[in-house]
């Protein structure tokens, strides 16, 4: 199965609130605390928030700050008011990356012992000027060019040498050995059905860096485990993100949940909305003077009006 092919069939028309097998689901909505929320946030936690309640099971609250650059209080406490303000009550604790670490470092160490880390010393500039460089270089799903594998083959005398120079270095899973580990590997999407894994569609990505010690990858496996979720709601943008995730939950012996990767929100113009482009916040227009009930009109109307895409976030 292509990643072509594994794209086309994770859309089947409108959204629907999944009932399998009768379980009740543990859902979580876990945005990042680097803006405000929109509407697309808005009807991404609505729907995990009526998977679980629907299907008498708890919706969880998870905010991932581990990026202290662009992660701000202002943002994490504006979160908490416009769920409250939407009329979303999530249960138990609001769960933080920030003070998780610990959790990270053990699951970033047991990986390492298993041989499937290596140190990549090339900068983000370095990266981006080999990727143009490369003629040949190895596309994504999305037709994003991936990190070519520089430093994958170096001496480990080589490494060590570098490491003791005190040289920043990020770790990359080394895709092809893990899967020698694991073997073939499948997840299951409700609405696409059993997947059969495919990471090295994504390249060998970081899973931790010198300034964030853990990446979306591996912080978001350890603690949909650690949280006991057992349906992972998002945005269909992160489709191929699960290949990645499939085989990290291999690795570390963790549960398999189910997924559910929901339509996005579009604007007018059929873009995704996104806050890197803008998108109206909900404090916007809340001072508009819309309230909940209108939003979620507004929303019964915008999902699925922007073309499917897909990202691969931290390769």
């Known amino acids: 199965m292509t990643a072509g092919e594994v794209r086309e069939i994770a859309l089947r028309g409108p959204d629907f609130v999944p009932v399998l097998d009768g379980a009740a689901h543990v859902t979580r909505f876990a945005p990042s605390p680097t803006g405000y929320l929109h509407l697309g946030h808005a009807y991404a936690a609505r729907f995990a928030h009526d998977a679980a309640r629907l299907t008498g099971g708890r919706f969880l609250l998870r905010l991932e700050d581990l990026d202290p650059q662009r992660c701000r209080p202002e943002f994490a406490t504006a979160i908490l008011e416009d769920l409250q303000w939407l009329g979303l009550r999530f249960d138990g604790v609001v769960v933080r990356q920030s003070e998780r670490m610990a959790l990270y470092r053990q699951a970033l160490e047991r990986l390492r012992t298993l041989g499937v880390l290596y140190p990549c010393f090339c900068t983000r500039k370095q990266v981006r000027e080999e990727i143009a460089d490369a003629a040949a270089a190895p596309h994504g799903p999305s037709g994003e060019r991936l990190y070519p594998g520089?430093?994958?083959?170096?001496?480990?005398?080589?490494?060590?040498?570098?490491i003791g120079r005190g040289e920043a270095f990020a770790w990359r899973l080394d895709v092809a050995r893990a899967l020698e580990r694991t073997g073939p590997l499948a997840w299951y999407d409700v609405r696409a059905g059993w997947v059969e894994a495919d990471p090295a569609a994504l390249g060998d990505v970081v899973l931790a860096r010198k300034d964030v010690p853990a990446s979306y990858h591996l912080a978001v496996v350890v603690d949909d485990a650690?949280?006991?979720?057992?349906?992972?709601?998002?945005?269909e943008d992160l489709f191929h993100a699960t290949h990645v995730h499939r085989l990290l939950q291999a690795l570390l012996g963790l549960p398999v949940p189910r997924w559910y990767h929901h339509n996005l929100v579009g604007d007018r113009d059929g873009r995704r909305m996104a806050k890197r482009t803008g998108a109206l916040t909900l404090r916007h227009l809340r001072a508009r003077g819309l309230g909940p009930a209108e939003i979620w009109r507004m929303l019964e109307t915008a999902a699925a009006t922007t073309p499917a895409c897909a990202t691969s976030p931290g390769s």
């Open 226 to 235: 650690a949280q006991g979720v057992t349906l992972v709601t998002r945005g």
């Open 150 to 162: 520089t430093c994958r083959a170096l001496d480990p005398a080589e490494r060590a040498r570098r």
